[in-house]
């Protein structure tokens, strides 16, 4: 499977973005998908994830109240909405999919459960 991560940008602090993640290729009966970022100089990190229907879904801590995650199934897409942007989250933004199946937080997080990868997107937050 393919994935075309898209809609990053240069906004300033709390502005909004709207990330978009598009599956294609050899699409599975059913997959869970995540975001992930990476700041540079830091090591990547776990934003949000949800499950194949779209009725479970997984946030850090750090995004809590200010992202959104949603996925429209038919037309293998995610998104990743973005508001009070802060420019700590200024970062690549990636996007992934995992065929494991849903789990527990812990292990939602831990980018080893995806084995799909998008390029990334750079978002940029100024101050």
């Known amino acids: 499977v393919q994935l075309q991560a898209s809609g990053g940008g240069l906004v300033q602090a709390g502005g909004s973005l709207r990330l978009s993640c598009a599956a294609s290729g050899r699409i599975f009966s059913s997959y869970d998908m995540g975001w992930f970022r990476q700041a540079p100089g830091k090591e990547r990190e776990f934003v949000a994830a949800i499950n194949w229907g779209g009725g479970a879904t997984y946030l850090a801590d750090s995004v809590k109240g200010r992202f959104t995650i949603s996925r429209d199934s038919a037309k293998n897409t995610m998104h990743l909405q973005m508001n009070s942007l802060k420019p700590e989250d200024t970062a690549t933004y990636y996007c992934?999919?995992?065929?494991?199946?849903?789990?527990?937080?812990?292990?939602?997080?831990?980018?080893?459960?995806?084995?799909?990868w998008g390029q990334g997107t750079l978002v940029t937050v100024s101050s």
């Open positions: 992934a999919v995992s065929t494991r199946g849903w789990s527990t937080p812990q292990v939602l997080s831990n980018s080893n459960r995806y084995g799909f």
